[in-house]
T-cell receptor, first 114, second 114 residues
Framework: ETGVTQSPTHLIKTRGQQVTLRCSSQSGHNTVSWYQQALGQGPQFIFQYYREEENGRGNFPPRFSGLQFPNYSSELNVNALELDDSALYLC?????????????FGSGTRLTVV | AQSVSQHNHHVILSEAASLELGCNYS??????LFWYVQYPGQHLQLLLKYFSGDPLVKGIKGFEAEFIKSKFSFNLRKPSVQWSDTAEYFC????????????FGTGTRLKVLA
């Protein structure tokens, strides 16, 4: 098992800029979910991709968007960054779009917006 | 809307003390329940999960949790903690009816004193 790999590990951006975060899912996993974990909070669901299609979305504005590629890796894009977007962004992969299969989390990308 | 409450935000224990972390959820239907642990600098790892059957669930590293449906609770327990259990613990819930996203609690930060 290679686990879930996220890049970069840390990032500093200026308010108004755009950012792309990347995630390589665990080998054999076809589902990727993204979560935002603000300081002192639990992770909040952003969206999930299953076989390259968005398969559910949390309460995040459209400036949060994503992609899943044929190799099941994924990107999270955030446009027009705001200070409140500063958080740890977690990617989780699984085999199938039901949690019964079990999710594997990456270590996250810590985004700081200044 | 579903929510998860973890009432203990910070817990400090001495080694060999017993641990119980509270978790309550608000959802009237069938749920799947999880406890995750995040060691310092590491990714979220699954400790244990409950889908159905025996309400007393045993997980890794000597942890267990009891699902009490009437109390909407899924408390995590360990009879004797070790210094290496120092970590943040998250309770999470999903609905098996199709909302494949985790709803996480805000987490409990456990510090075990050697």
């Amino acid at each position: 098992e290679t686990g879930v790999t996220q890049s970069p590990t840390h990032l500093i951006k200026t308010r108004g800029q755009q950012v792309t975060l990347r995630c390589s899912s665990q080998s054999g996993h076809n589902t990727v979910s993204w979560y935002q974990q603000a300081l002192g909070q639990g992770p909040q669901f952003i969206f999930q991709y299953y076989r390259e299609e968005e398969n559910g979305r949390g309460n995040f504005p459209p400036r949060f968007s994503g992609l899943q590629f044929p190799n099941y890796s994924s990107e999270l894009n955030v446009n027009a960054l705001e200070l409140d977007d500063s958080a740890l962004y977690l990617c989780a992969s699984s085999l199938g779009d039901r949690e019964n299969y079990g999710y594997t989390f990456g270590s996250g990308t810590r985004l700081t917006v200044v | 809307a579903q929510s998860v409450s973890q009432h203990n935000h910070h817990v400090i224990l001495s080694e060999a003390a017993s641990l119980e972390l509270g978790c309550n959820y608000s959802y009237g239907g069938t749920v799947n329940l999880f406890w995750y642990v995040q060691y310092p600098g590491q990714h979220l790892q699954l400790l244990l999960k409950y889908f159905s059957g025996d309400p007393l669930v045993k997980g890794i590293k000597g942890f267990e949790a009891e699902f009490i449906k009437s109390k909407f609770s899924f408390n995590l327990r360990k009879p004797s903690v070790q210094w290496s259990d120092t970590a943040e613990y998250f309770c999470a819930v999903t609905s098996p009816s199709g909302t494949y996203k985790y709803i996480f609690g805000t987490g409990t930060r456990l510090k075990v004193l050697a």
